[in-house]
C-alpha cells in the first residue's frame, strides 16, 4: 500500500480515537510508518486532511441517496432507500463513515456546499411526498431530521460499541419501518 491511504487510514483511526483536534501529524504520520513531510506532500495541514476525510464520505452518501431514491417509486420506497444508502456507506467502510458520523458537528461549516448534503436531500424527499400528497402535511424539516436521525442515532449506539459488531446494515429492516413510522406520524 503507498503511503497515502496509509496514512489516510492512520488519521481516520486516531480522529475516531481522539478527535481532530488532539491528533497530531506526528502521531499519524508514526501510525502511518511514514515520515511527518509525506503527510505535507498530500494535504497542507492536519485539517485539510481530517476534511477531505468527512467530505468523501458525506459525498459517497450524498450520491447513493441520490441514486438510490431516484430509482424508488413511491415515499415509502424512497424511506428503504435512504436507510440503504447509509447502511452501504457504513458496512463499506465503517472507520470511516463513524468518522464521518462522530465528526458531523466539527465540519458543519462545510458540509452543506451544495444543497446536496443528506439532510437537505431527504427533506426534498418529504417535500415532494408531500406535495404529492404521498405524506400528510406537516414540516419537511423536523420529519425529514426525525427520520434521519432512526438511522444516525442507532449507528452512533454501533459506533458507541452498544449494538456489537453486526454490520449496520443487519439493522436495516428495523430502521426501514421506524423511518417510515416517522414519515406518517402525524
Keep these: 500500500m503507498s503511503a497515502k491511504p496509509r496514512i489516510e487510514r492512520a488519521a481516520l483511526e486516531i480522529f475516531v480515537e481522539r478527535g481532530v ?6 502521531l ?11 503527510i505535507y506532500r498530500h494535504w497542507k495541514s492536519k485539517d485539510e486532511l ?23 417509486s413511491g415515499i415509502r420506497d424512497q424511506a428503504a432507500a435512504v436507510v440503504r444508502a447509509y ?39 418529504v417535500k415532494r411526498a408531500m406535495i404529492d400528497a404521498q405524506l400528510p402535511p406537516g414540516d419537511p424539516r423536523v420529519i425529514a431530521a426525525m427520520a434521519i436521525g432512526v438511522i444516525t442515532q442507532t ?13 449496520l446494515s443487519a439493522h436495516a429492516p428495523l430502521m426501514t419501518a421506524a423511518v417510515q413510522a416517522v414519515l406518517f406520524a402525524r
Design 87 to 125: 447502511c452501504t456507506v457504513a458496512d463499506e467502510d465503517w472507520l470511516l463513515f463513524s468518522f464521518h458520523l462522530l465528526r458531523l458537528h466539527h465540519f458543519l461549516p462545510f458540509y452543506q456546499e451544495d444543497g446536496r448534503d443528506p439532510v437537505t436531500m431527504v427533506e426534498g424527499l
Design 155 to 167: 449507528a452512533q449506539n454501533k459506533a458507541y460499541g452498544r449494538l456489537g459488531a453486526d454490520a
Design 50 to 72: 481530517a476534511l477531505g476525510l468527512f467530505m468523501a464520505a458525506h459525498r459517497r452518501l450524498s450520491d447513493l441517496i441520490t441514486a438510490q431514491a431516484e430509482q424508488a
Design 21 to 26: 483536534d488532539a491528533a497530531t501529524t506526528k
Design 28 to 38: 499519524i504520520a508514526a501510525k502511518a510508518e511514514v515520515s511527518e513531510g509525506a
